[in-house]
């Protein structure tokens, strides 16, 4: 089924010479049923002209912020109002730069910052640009704002550099706005819990006993469950990272905070504890602070097993039950254990004695191990990439 039939998408067009791959999304877009409107950029008309963009699109073309004609129309509301979806492409370092810092002084800065749609956003620019910090710095920006990118792609550039910063082709694009449609289509029904990140377990009012969880991993998931569609909601223990506004967040501390917030939360129809809960707690927190010539007698007792309650309990039970294992010996073997003790669909799990994969790590390894006794290995990559795909075979899996 063409999930992009009817559907309304604004592209704006940005200077650079991948703009000339924009005539291509555009016909690829008419060819799907899409109805398009375009605005085009003082750097863009450059590179392409509004009539062969008008000849493609059969519609308007937008350019100028302070003509008394769009005044009147007021388009940067109306434009951001009436798409289904807006995306930029080819979105220059300039432009992206832009919309990170809050500046709109043409017409697709100011439509972009008023919109209140999805945005996709496809980079073009030399490697070296893609590569610099303040470039880097801007793209987090976006995220955290609810922008979705799609590329850029390594390759050959136009300046004769080789790289990434190179604009996706536009059939893969179009395939991710195709994906965007479908997803929400199959998958806005259905209901996703990730718990991510460590929990404290007090000592006294100022100590506490934690682990090196960082929480990236569980973070990246919620927000490719949200991108693909799910009605996410994230159960996140101490961390200092950030989340997009449409997953919802439950900020908790302990293990027994988790617990009643997950509880809460239920029922869904996924369920993924990335969290690293911690396994004992205190028999007795102390009141005051405990002073250093204190002597010290912890007396510890089990904290409740998130996982192994809701996966054994059948009235909450969620129709997929996925548990994470962070090990530093034995991967394989903990993992199968731990897949049949906790009666989990799938058991996902990391070496997380190297120091490249895992806590605080930007990247990881992990292997999905299965009922049938089957599993998948992820290879190293970016955790947002190893999420993608967590999400891709958890799609497939309900389908």
Not at 263 to 289: Q, R, Y
Not at 320 to 341: H, M, P, S
Request: charged share 25%; glycine share 4%; hydrophobic share 35%.
């Amino acid at each position: 089924m063409n999930n992009l039939n009817n559907k309304k998408i604004l592209l704006i067009i940005c200077g650079g010479i991948a703009a000339y791959k924009s005539l291509e999304i555009i016909r690829l877009l008419k060819k799907s049923g899409v109805i398009i409107k375009t605005i085009l950029t003082k750097n863009g008309s450059e590179f392409v002209t509004p009539l062969s963009i008008t000849s493609l699109s059969q519609s308007k073309v937008y350019q100028d912020l302070f003509s008394l004609e769009n005044e009147v129309e007021m388009d940067h509301i109306t434009l951001s109002r009436w798409a289904d979806l807006i995306l930029i492409a080819p979105a220059t370092a300039n432009t992206i730069s832009k919309l990170a810092n809050g500046n709109s002084d043409d017409l697709a800065s100011t439509v972009a910052l008023a919109s209140n749609k999805k945005i996709f956003i496809a980079p073009a620019m030399n490697v070296r640009m893609w590569e610099h910090n303040s470039t880097k710095e801007n793209i987090d920006k976006l995220k955290t704002y609810n922008y979705k990118l799609i590329g850029p792609e390594t390759g050959d550039m136009a300046c004769g550099e080789y790289g990434e910063g190179k604009m996706s082709e536009p059939k893969d694009i179009v395939s991710e706005l195709e994906n965007y449609f479908k997803d929400l289509k199959n998958n806005n029904k259905l209901k996703a819990i990730v718990t991510a990140g460590p929990t404290n377990e007090y000592i006294d009012p100022v100590r506490f006993i934690t682990n090196r969880s960082s929480g990236k991993q569980g973070y990246e998931i919620a927000k490719s469950l949200s991108k693909r569609g799910f009605d996410t909601t994230l159960i996140s223990g101490p961390t200092n990272l950030k989340i997009d506004n449409d997953v919802k967040l439950i900020k908790v501390e302990t293990a027994e905070e988790m617990f009643q917030a997950t509880l809460k939360s239920l029922p869904a129809d996924i369920a993924i504890f990335s969290a690293a809960v911690s396994d004992f707690k205190l028999k007795e927190i102390s009141k005051t602070k405990i002073k250093s010539q204190d002597s010290l007698n912890l007396k510890f007792e089990k904290n409740i097993d998130i996982l192994n309650y809701v996966s054994h309990h059948n009235s909450l039970r969620p129709k997929l039950v996925i548990g994470f294992a962070a090990e530093t010996n034995n991967l394989k073997d903990y993992a199968n254990k731990k897949l049949i003790e906790k009666n989990c669909d799938w058991i996902i799990a990391n070496d997380v004695s190297n120091k490249k994969i895992g806590f605080y790590s930007d990247f990881n390894e992990v292997s999905i191990f299965y009922k049938n006794k089957k599993s998948n290995k992820l290879t190293y990559k970016h955790k947002s990439k190893i999420s993608d795909e967590i999400v891709e075979k958890i799609i497939d899996h309900l389908n």
